[in-house]
């Protein structure tokens, strides 16, 4: 096998490991790899920039529910994942920024 070639086979199995959502020594008994090689090709490919197995930005669906209520203004409410956020005019955007980030990294 080339030099390659096992690059190409380490990107897919890298791939479905971190897909699969199992721990490294269940993925590995699974697949007939031990988990320092698992861990080598990681580290080897957390160096690549260019790795395609690093995940890409990622669009998520808005819903637009017609007018707001009079009383609320020009509020906005954002969603991530189950949580929501009503912004209103002169919120702190830094704030803002820290608060999706949280939920972004729990959801």
């Given amino acids: 096998m080339t030099k390659?070639?096992?690059q190409k086979e380490?990107?897919?199995r890298?791939?479905?490991y971190r897909a699969s959502g199992q721990s490294a020594k269940v993925w590995c008994a699974a697949h007939n790899v031990t988990p320092r090689q698992?861990?080598?090709w990681l580290r080897k490919f957390k160096s690549k920039k260019d790795a395609p197995f690093m995940k890409s930005p990622q669009w998520l669906p808005v819903e637009v529910?017609?007018?707001l209520p009079a009383e609320q203004g020009n509020?906005?409410?954002i969603r991530v994942g189950?949580?929501?956020i009503e912004v209103r005019p002169g919120f702190d955007p830094a704030l803002l920024s820290q608060v999706v980030r949280v939920l972004v990294s729990l959801c």
Avoid: M
Wanted: aromatic share 14%; no cysteine.
């Fill in 38 to 40: 698992l861990w080598y």
């Fill in 14 to 16: 890298i791939t479905e």
């Fill in 4 to 6: 390659v070639e096992r």
């Fill in 75 to 77: 509020a906005l409410l």
């Fill in 10 to 12: 380490w990107e897919t």
């Fill in 82 to 84: 189950k949580a929501g």
């Fill in 65 to 67: 529910s017609g007018q």
